[in-house]
């Protein structure tokens, strides 16, 4: 069973980069036809797609985060991690790491999520 699980620092100073890691236990993420994503929710707000990682390697962005968000991988541990820069209080959020399966055409599987906030 594919379970996935977020790692990073829990608070960030403003204008700092925000890095999370996501470590998938029980698969890879080179398996064809999944693909990798990070997606967040602020304090009261919805869910917010930030960006993905196919399994070979392509990246995708949401526009309006695209020119502070990066998201790479290591797949030699099963790890894909999210790097945000310049960080403001806006980003403040719940932070999930969620695989979505191309044959179902969901987010089929989610981390528990990671509290990050940002505050001096």
């Known amino acids: 069973q594919v379970q996935l699980q977020e790692s990073g620092p829990g608070l960030v100073k403003p204008s700092q980069a925000l890095s999370l890691t996501c470590t998938v236990f029980g698969g890879s993420i080179t398996t064809s036809g999944y693909g990798w994503n990070w997606i967040r929710q602020p304090p009261g707000k919805g869910l917010e797609w930030m960006g993905a990682?196919?399994?070979?390697?392509?990246?995708y962005y949401s526009p309006s985060l695209k020119s502070h968000i990066s998201i790479s991988r290591d797949t030699s541990k099963s790890q894909f991690f999210l790097q945000l820069t310049s960080v403001t209080p806006e980003d403040t959020a719940v932070y999930y790491c969620?695989?979505?399966?191309?044959?179902?055409?969901?987010?089929?599987?989610w981390g528990q999520g990671t509290l990050v906030t940002v505050s001096s």
């Open positions: 990682i196919g399994y070979n390697g392509r990246t």
């Open positions: 969620v695989r979505f399966t191309g044959t179902k055409r969901n987010f089929e599987i």
